[in-house]
């Protein structure tokens, strides 16, 4: 069913005198086409989404699509440099934009992709915990998912078991939070 309402939304858009917009482009691409088409498909349109949004100022779907494009290359595989290139371009345009919620989703994209790479940095760290302390204080338990899964996958990688061990316990069940991956 979110596929066929995705399709529609997408034909409503595109008759005459309606104007396609971020919000359809980010909802369709992010949260349905992923799932039955190859994610490689949802490069293209998430960065005409970014387009779109600026144009039409839908600043935070906008935001929201570039933040999504820089993950969706992330799973990919693309090689690390390249993505992390691209979120140091994103952190720059979100904090342009004002869109400090979406930045903070990319700031903690661009901290894994930098641990993974071997470049590590102590600031790194506080930055994480940071964005975890602002989470937890404003109650974005999405967020707060967010930080956790990307420690994890750090953890994981570098096959600490026994601290990637320690954050599930200590984090609890993040699928619960993270809709639109899992």
Not at 63 to 79: D, T
Request: aromatic share 10%; net charge neutral; hydrophobic share 45%.
């Amino acid at each position: 069913e979110g596929l066929e309402m995705a399709k529609a939304a997408e034909l409503i858009v595109e008759k005459p005198g309606n104007r396609r917009n971020a919000d359809t482009i980010f909802t369709t691409q992010y949260f349905c086409y992923h799932w039955v088409s190859p994610l490689q498909d949802t490069i293209a349109p998430l960065l005409k989404g970014y387009q779109v949004g600026l144009e039409t100022g839908e600043n935070e779907r906008a935001a929201f699509c570039l933040f999504s494009r820089g993950y969706h290359l992330y799973f990919l595989g693309r090689p690390l440099d390249i993505i992390q290139k691209e979120l140091e371009m994103t952190v720059s345009v979100l904090t342009q934009l004002k869109q400090d919620i979406v930045m903070s989703y990319s700031i903690i994209l661009l901290v894994t992709v930098k641990k993974l790479r071997g470049i590590y940095a102590e600031v790194d760290d506080r930055i994480l915990n940071s964005v975890l302390a602002t989470a937890g204080s404003s109650g974005s338990v999405g967020l707060s998912a967010y930080v956790n899964v990307m420690k994890l996958e750090v953890l994981v990688f570098f096959q600490q078991w026994r601290e990637a061990l320690d954050l599930v316990r200590k984090a609890g069940n993040v699928r619960l939070f993270l809709t639109g991956t899992f």
